[in-house]
């Protein structure tokens, strides 16, 4: 590795100056190599390309309608994690969560940005198409993102709100709400759009996204969704460590049981891990402390394209289906299964006492001609 | 009138029948079992793994045990029936065995093996068959016969509109067999009784009594 290759002094001082050990953070670029699926020996190229960007990749943040969920998950770490620092130094010139600019200030940041271009846009929350239902400085959001993904180098969608709607956008979905796939196709513009599923988004997801364009200078490689394979490869379910809980057949069938205390699979509180894709169990929230299943809650999906609406409720196994015929009832695919097992049964009673009734079975020659 | 026995079912027919009958009631027990697990294990049981580990199997007979009967249809030395079940020809002739089944005829036209509803009936099986199989593959994740790389049904996932619709789907189809076992078995029963033609047991035995 070449002299280019490595991190200088004076931003390592800096980065300690922030309270990272330089070690720490050394550490912390070869465990993104591995993230992203790169030997741990280019941790000092993503240190060293970390430390250039740091000085140019622009990123706009823009918060439509959402929770800001991912900012938070981003933010509230207790003490500075590598991964806040390295969202920080990408000179995020515009977040209206976190930024101290405001109003006509804030504008004014957004429209210099327009005009240098060159940036990465993160969007995060879904984008309302119902005139009126979210706006930002007297402007609709759709026009928003359409003014700004003009200019981008990339997009990428974070959170399930900006993939396709997600909680806002749930049933009767009163704003119109889209995700940005869907809303950057209705404005007509194309660009490289990486999705990012979950509620919130991970902060090594898009570390792992962003380390890799500074690295590759492309984005990941994506699956049929849109979302990079290296974290939406594998099910909750193939990497979850109550797995074998699962195999052996120990369930928890109440929270408060001693089978909950005992950490059981949660398969039967309604568990979705079994049909969602994500890396949540290997690499975990808040600086690999925890994730839902270690926090003793069954996965609700939310890395699904189509959550919630359609993995809803979040104890029960399967979301209810519509009764055809009977407008908008809705019951369990068993209990549906099972309605019409009923019916045939007692259709075929029916048929029976009809066959007796009517004398086929005395007669000598069948029902043949 | 002469009665004879007439040889209706080749061994070969026999076995993939009962082969299925077995690998099916297999599924359906253990996919039960899957999807609401109502056995719990102790500190060393495998019991989900085991669940899952028959369910594959039969899964994997069921499959190859339409791709024999397939193949039988059209290069059975003893019967090659693909002709019963085409469609066109057996739409024709559906008033005429609805009209029995309803009681509003008194006999149905003499058909060579199936009538147009049961030939209906066993063709949409054998689709129901193939989309359980699709369905059950989507759900498994992992690598289907060994030959077809990981995840490799994941479109089917797209298609159905999430992993949780392909679950109802699949459960739907369960369901789907379960129906069909009742309906075929009363209707095997009937016609046994209303024709005296051993009907019900020929599927053991092969022999069937035809009048002249
Ligand atoms: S808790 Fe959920 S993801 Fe973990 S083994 Fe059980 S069903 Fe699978
Ligand atoms: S474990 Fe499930 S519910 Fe939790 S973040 Fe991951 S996908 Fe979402």
Request: positive net charge; aromatic residues 12%.
């Amino acid at each position: 590795m070449g002299k280019k290759d490595e991190v200088s002094k004076q931003f390592l001082d800096a980065l300690e100056f922030r309270g990272i050990k330089r070690r720490d953070f050394l550490k912390y670029c070869g465990a993104t190599a591995a993230l992203i699926g790169l030997s741990e020996l280019y941790g000092p190229k993503i240190a060293a390309a970390l430390e250039k960007a740091a000085k140019r990749q622009p990123v706009i943040w823009l918060n439509f309608a959402s929770d800001s969920g991912c900012t938070e998950s981003f933010i509230k770490a207790t003490y500075p994690s590598p991964a806040e620092v390295i969202l920080d130094i990408l000179s995020v010139d515009y977040n209206e969560t976190i930024q101290a600019a405001a109003g006509k200030q804030a504008e004014e940041i957004l429209a210099a940005s327009r005009k240098a271009g060159g940036y990465i846009l993160i969007v995060e929350g879904g984008v309302p198409t119902k005139k009126g239902h979210g706006m930002i400085g007297n402007k609709e959001m759709l026009d928003v993102l359409k003014e700004m993904a003009g200019p981008a180098i990339a997009v990428i969608a974070i959170g399930s709100c900006a993939t396709d709607g997600g909680v806002p956008a749930a049933k009767p979905n009163p704003s119109q709400i889209i995700g940005t796939g869907e809303a950057l196709q209705r404005v007509g513009i194309s660009k490289p759009l990486v999705n990012m599923d979950l509620c919130p988004v991970n902060p090594q997801y898009l570390v792992g996204v962003v380390v890799n364009f500074l690295l590759l200078g492309k984005i990941p490689d994506l699956d049929s969704q849109g979302r990079p394979k290296m974290f939406y490869g594998q099910t909750i379910h193939d990497n979850c460590e109550r797995r074998a809980h699962f195999d052996a057949g120990r369930f928890v069938e109440k929270f408060g049981s001693q089978e909950e205390a005992l950490g059981y699979c949660l398969y039967k509180m309604g568990c979705k891990g079994p049909m969602t894709y994500s890396a949540c169990p290997k690499i975990q929230y808040n600086d690999r402390t925890s994730w839902c299943i270690k926090a003793g809650g069954p996965c609700i999906g939310c890395a699904e394209r189509g959550w919630t609406d359609k993995f809803a409720g979040f104890y029960e196994p399967l979301p209810g289906v519509k009764i055809p015929g009977l407008g908008g009832v809705e019951a369990g695919a068993d209990k549906l299964g099972a309605i019409a097992a009923v019916a045939t049964a007692a259709g075929i009673a029916v048929h029976a006492v009809a066959t007796a009734a009517s004398g086929r079975t005395k007669g000598k020659d069948g029902g043949k001609k | 009138m002469k009665e004879e026995l007439v040889k209706d079912w080749s061994l070969g027919y026999i076995l993939d029948h009962w082969i299925r009958v077995v690998a099916i009631a297999v599924l359906v027990f253990t996919g039960i079992y899957i999807h609401t697990p109502f056995i719990a294990g102790g500190p060393d049981s495998t019991i989900m793994a085991s669940m899952r580990f028959f369910h594959f199997v039969a899964a994997y007979t069921v499959v190859l045990g339409l791709v024999v009967r397939v193949y039988m249809a059209f290069k059975s030395t003893f019967d090659a029936d693909w002709k019963d079940f085409s469609i066109i020809e057996n739409l024709k002739n559906v008033p005429d065995v609805l009209a029995y089944y309803l009681f509003i005829k008194g006999s149905h036209k003499d058909y060579r093996k199936y009538n147009p509803l049961q030939a209906f009936a066993y063709l949409f099986t054998g689709i129901v068959i193939i989309f359980t199989a699709f369905t059950g593959a989507a759900i498994y994740h992992g690598r289907p016969f060994l030959i077809f790389p990981m995840e490799s049904f994941r479109w089917v996932n797209n298609l159905l509109g999430g992993e949780s619709y392909t679950r109802i789907w699949h459960i739907l189809a369960m369901w789907y067999f379960i129906v069909f076992l009742l309906i075929h078995v009363y209707l095997a029963i009937t016609v046994s009784m209303i024709n005296k033609d051993r009907t019900l047991t020929s599927i053991f035995t092969g022999y069937k009594l035809k009048k002249h």
